[in-house]
T-cell receptor, first 118, second 114 residues
């Protein structure tokens, strides 16, 4: 089956520092990846849509200068939280959309990255 | 009004019971519907998806969509303690390139009592 990995699985950082999270599709190509955020006891909220080779599309209310997204290849998208603050502490989850065959149009989620900003 | 409404529960049922999980949505542009299962501190796992009204069955799981009433359901037969998790409904529109980012319900916390 389609597998999506995320790295790191958890990270603790000091306020003001930047954190990069990687999302990889391991056994399929994904021209489109999505980044979601989940606060405790809340649902997943779409932050942005990442398209390979082009700029990401951000949802309303998500600061594009704070959450930098790079989708440099068909298997890798990165989310960088710049100048992180405690309110950015959350569970960040990516998904990759299959482009062909039985994976077409399905979204496969990574295991998530728990970010804690002190 | 939130775009996807889902009762957060918890919903507690005895082992072997039939479980019914439900969501309503408000956006008529939503064209595909998915159910995910999420264990604590893990990412969501896709259970089922469908694009049309009606029923779709996969083993012990049945997904049901009624686009006219904007109502989606997931039924679990012969429920097992291992089914205890949070179940998230999700829906979204199509764009020219395919299925877009999902809008999730809040998730229903399901507990299957042995």
């Amino acid at each position: 089956g389609a597998v999506v990995s995320q790295h790191p699985s958890w990270v603790i950082c000091k306020s003001g520092t930047s954190v990069k999270i990687e999302c990889r599709s391991l056994d399929f190509q994904a021209t489109t990846m999505f980044w979601y955020r989940q606060f405790p006891k809340q649902s997943l909220m779409l932050m942005a849509t990442s398209n390979e080779g082009s700029k990401a599309t951000y949802e309303q209310g998500v600061e594009k200068d704070k959450f930098l997204i790079n989708h440099a290849s068909l298997t890798l998208s990165t989310l960088t939280v710049t100048s992180a603050h405690p309110e950015d502490s959350s569970f960040y989850i990516c998904s990759a959309r299959g482009t062909s065959g039985s994976n077409y149009n399905e979204q496969f989620f990574g295991p998530g990255t728990r970010l804690t900003v002190l | 009004q939130k775009e996807v409404e889902q009762d957060p529960g918890p919903l507690s049922v005895p082992e072997g019971a039939i479980v019914s999980l439900n969501c309503t949505y408000s956006n008529s542009a939503f064209q595909y519907f998915m159910w995910y299962r999420q264990y604590s501190r893990k990412g969501p796992e896709l259970l089922m998806y469908t694009y049309s009204s009606g029923n779709k069955e996969d083993g012990r799981f049945t997904a049901q969509v009624d686009k006219s009433s904007k109502y989606i359901s997931l039924f679990i037969r012969d429920s097992q303690p291992s089914d205890s998790a949070t179940y998230l409904c999700a829906t979204g529109p199509y764009s020219g390139g395919g299925a877009d980012g999902l809008t999730f319900g809040k998730g229903t916390h399901l507990i299957i009592q042995p």
